[in-house]
């Protein structure tokens, strides 16, 4: 193993710790292979194994790793896949079962057009050929039966709503838990990274005069440490409605701005810093970036559209976005 | 036989009594007379900072940067604790093998 695949195995392999702790650890076997004159391709120790080291580190940190390691990989999957494929088959089965109702009106609404056939030719020998009460007898069918059918529709309607609730339920691992809304504001004295692992509803990011975040909403963490701002959704409820959904919106300073998103549903919507690395693993939902000058977008699985100025597109831009999976769609403007 | 990662830590803080020391040397230092992988001493230096039984502080060399560990007040008194609690260990398991 090279000098390279061990710092980045153990880079992957810590990734659930805090950014700065993860540092300090490669800073040390930088600084070891350093002493040993090792170049970034030569090989290091046998008996150095980075899977046992961030094993250890992290059973001391109580971090499950094993347990969250396999919940995350599934939601990855889940995410580029999972997601998409019980969306569409669920659209696919509203089309269906719509079709269906659709067809049942057709045999009522025959029966019930038929008469009206003679009027459009003559008006008043029509009446001699087809009986005035038939006609009513037959709207009044057409209209118990849809008086009839109305309920039986909406019940099928909320059955295949519940349906695809309990899906997303299940696939997202979300409790439904009793929760308390929260909305309060704070000021950060710098703020250089921002670390998303997972986020559920709207995300702001602005530049202005201070560094600050404000928060709305029931169910996510946020942690800021010398200038590092660690966010997570944790009790995620189902019942996403204009009370209980989540807004973060943050405001920074710096021209130099880091942002790593790891899973992300909703929305992002955000002004840009001169200087920056955006990183996005998974993403569902809608991506707004106002951009000052110019962009250099890198992108792998996505399912939807990107718009965008093909002038923005710069290749030695200063602003790499890199977005790796996603289902949604990406605008990029240009801010002034 | 290998050394618990416990005992270890003693090692460690031995070492470093006498002296301050960087990672690179510290493991030499303590390879020499025990034999551990080298995958475990950073996660011991790790513990041992966390316990605040070690302090760190950095120190240039050549151009790059080399981090030095401390041993702290409370590491010395934790250490002299073991020595007592270790040499008791040790004479009763003597006493049984002799």
């Known amino acids: 193993m090279t000098r390279k695949e061990f710092l980045t195995i153990l880079d992957k392999e810590l990734k659930i710790l805090p950014y700065e702790e993860k540092i300090e650890v490669l800073k040390y076997y930088e600084e070891y292979f350093d002493e040993l004159n090792l170049d970034k391709n030569d090989d290091v120790p046998n008996n150095l194994d980075p899977y046992k080291i961030s094993r250890e580190i992290l059973n001391e940190n109580n971090i499950k790793n094993l347990n969250k390691k396999n919940k995350f990989s599934i939601f990855d999957n889940i995410m580029t896949l999972g997601i998409a494929f019980p969306i569409l088959s669920i659209i696919f089965l509203v089309f269906f079962i719509m079709i269906i109702i659709s067809l049942l009106f057709i045999y009522p609404l025959i029966l019930?057009?038929?008469?009206?056939?003679?009027?459009?030719?003559?008006?008043?020998?029509?009446?001699?050929?087809?009986?005035?009460?038939?006609?009513?007898?037959?709207?009044?069918?057409?209209?118990?039966?849809?008086?009839?059918?109305?309920?039986?529709?909406?019940?099928?309607?909320?059955?295949?709503?519940?349906?695809?609730?309990?899906?997303?339920?299940?696939?997202?691992?979300?409790?439904?838990?009793?929760?308390?809304?929260?909305?309060?504001?704070?000021?950060?004295?710098?703020?250089?990274?921002?670390?998303?692992?997972?986020?559920?509803?709207?995300?702001?990011?602005?530049?202005?005069?201070?560094?600050?975040?404000?928060?709305?909403?029931?169910?996510?963490?946020?942690?800021?440490?010398?200038?590092?701002?660690?966010?997570?959704?944790v009790k995620r409820n189902y019942k996403i409605n204009r009370k209980n959904y989540e807004v973060i919106e943050i405001i920074y300073t710096n021209d130099n701005l880091l942002l790593e998103i790891d899973k992300i549903v909703g929305n992002l919507d955000m002004e840009t810093p001169k200087y920056s690395n955006i990183s996005i693993m998974s993403m569902v939902g809608k991506v707004e970036f106002k951009i000052e000058n110019d962009i250099f977008i890198l992108n792998k699985n996505i399912i939807g559209k990107i718009k965008m100025d093909n002038q923005l597109f710069n290749n030695n831009s200063n602003l790499i976005v890199d977005i790796k999976n996603m289902i949604g769609k990406i605008d990029i403007k240009k801010r002034y | 036989m290998q050394l618990t990662s416990d005992i270890l830590e003693f090692c460690v803080l031995a070492n470093l009594k006498k002296e301050d020391l960087y990672g690179y040397l510290l493991t030499q230092k303590v390879q020499e007379k025990v034999n551990i992988s080298e995958s475990t001493l950073y996660p011991v230096l790790r513990r041992l900072q966390k316990k605040g039984f070690l302090i760190t502080y950095d120190k240039s060399f050549q151009g790059r940067n080399r981090r030095y560990y401390k041993i702290t007040e409370e590491g010395i008194k934790e250490l002299e604790d073991f020595i007592i609690k270790w040499n008791e260990l040790k004479k009763k398991v003597e006493s049984f093998l002799n």
């Open chain 1, 112 to 233: 019930f057009i038929r008469y009206f056939m003679y009027l459009s030719i003559d008006f008043y020998e029509s009446f001699d050929k087809v009986n005035n009460l038939e006609i009513i007898k037959y709207l009044l069918i057409f209209l118990i039966f849809i008086l009839i059918a109305y309920p039986i529709i909406k019940f099928i309607l909320k059955f295949i709503f519940r349906l695809f609730r309990y899906f997303i339920i299940k696939i997202l691992n979300i409790k439904n838990v009793e929760e308390q809304y929260v909305n309060k504001i704070e000021y950060f004295e710098d703020l250089r990274k921002i670390n998303i692992d997972l986020f559920v509803g709207k995300l702001i990011i602005k530049k202005g005069n201070e560094n600050s975040l404000k928060y709305t909403g029931s169910y996510t963490n946020y942690e800021q440490k010398n200038g590092f701002l660690n966010i997570c959704s």
